[in-house]
């Protein structure tokens, strides 16, 4: 099992290279992330947008593009689309959001045409790498779904556990998170997490073994949990953290980044190629490990 993404990236190295279709590639920041792929070996990558953009992006980073296919579309919405044909076309394993909103991006990756949906819902997946912890933080989800209901829940971990299966993680520990680690009527975060566990314990989540509720603390601390007096196989030992809505999740994301620094990376899954959307804040190692992960995601 791989606990840490120095190993994920030698892994997808063995498993790459991969080609991804980069959505509005005029972004330094993006370039530089698919150059580094390149050179590493791990992805090589089709630049869609406005050619003399990209040009001028890969000029101020000093990104050679003759490495590159780069297909000149200045309409950001068709470049989309362009992007994700590629992948329609299997000319490409995975989508990159360049320098165009999530939602634009999106849209051309559900729309009918593209055939990339599954039925699943689409949810970020973020895995955190935590000084002082032994394996690797799933945390889900934190970007996309606002207030999931139940059936959107179980989705959501769902695809969480096919990324922790990519990283070779065969029966990922699944979390679900609340303020407290008991079902109380008044707080529906608990009354799913009891639903989820029932689901899980009757073979309707597979891959898994799920928890909850659980406060973060008796999630993630032995120590906490044996203190509450917790006895249950993903107390203190979780892998996935399944956050009850997305400001939880967001909170719990920019707090790994800014308070732990903890390394990171973050992926969209749910279609039928993973889908790597990097935020202007994140580092280039963050980039650079997310795109790793889409090459994991990729072989499954």
């Known amino acids: 099992m791989i606990k840490a993404f120095d190993e994920i990236v030698k892994y997808a190295k063995e498993k790459g290279p991969k080609t991804i279709a980069v959505a509005v590639a005029q972004d330094a920041d993006v370039l530089n992330a698919v150059n580094n792929a390149k050179n590493l070996g791990l992805a090589d990558a089709i630049l869609v947008g406005d050619k003399e953009e990209i040009e001028k992006a890969a000029a101020s980073c000093g990104v050679d593009l003759s490495k590159f296919t780069v297909i000149d579309e200045r309409d950001k919405a068709e470049a989309c689309r362009k992007a994700v044909g590629l992948i329609s076309e299997k000319k490409a394993d995975i989508v990159m959001k ?3 909103d999530t939602a634009i991006i999106l849209k051309a990756v559900l729309a009918e045409e593209a055939g990339l949906r599954t039925g699943n819902v689409l949810s970020h997946v973020a895995i955190f790498e935590v000084n002082g912890y ?12 606002i207030a999931p ?3 959107q829940k179980k989705q959501i971990i769902e695809n969480a556990v096919k990324v922790a299966h990519a ?5 990922p520990k699944v979390a679900v998170l609340a303020a407290v680690e008991k079902v109380n009527p008044k707080m529906q975060a608990t009354l799913d997490a009891e639903a989820l566990v029932e689901m899980n314990k009757k073979g309707e989540i597979k891959g898994c073994v799920i928890g909850g509720p659980f406060a973060l603390d008796n999630a993630v601390s032995v120590e906490a949990a044996k203190h509450k007096g917790i006895d249950h196989p993903v107390a203190g030992h979780a892998d996935i953290l399944m956050v009850p809505q997305i400001e939880a999740g967001n909170m719990l994301y920019k707090s790994m980044v800014f308070f732990a620094r903890a390394n990171n990376a973050g992926i969209v899954v749910g279609a039928k190629v993973p889908i790597v959307l990097t935020s202007r804040a994140d580092s280039d190692i963050a980039k650079l490990n997310s795109i790793a992960i889409g090459v994991l995601m990729a072989n499954n």
């Open 98 to 100: 360049g320098l165009v």
């Open 149 to 151: 209901n139940l059936e």
């Open 167 to 171: 990283m070779g993680n065969v029966e």
């Open 134 to 145: 032994d394996r690797l933080f799933i945390v889900t989800d934190a970007a996309m779904n």
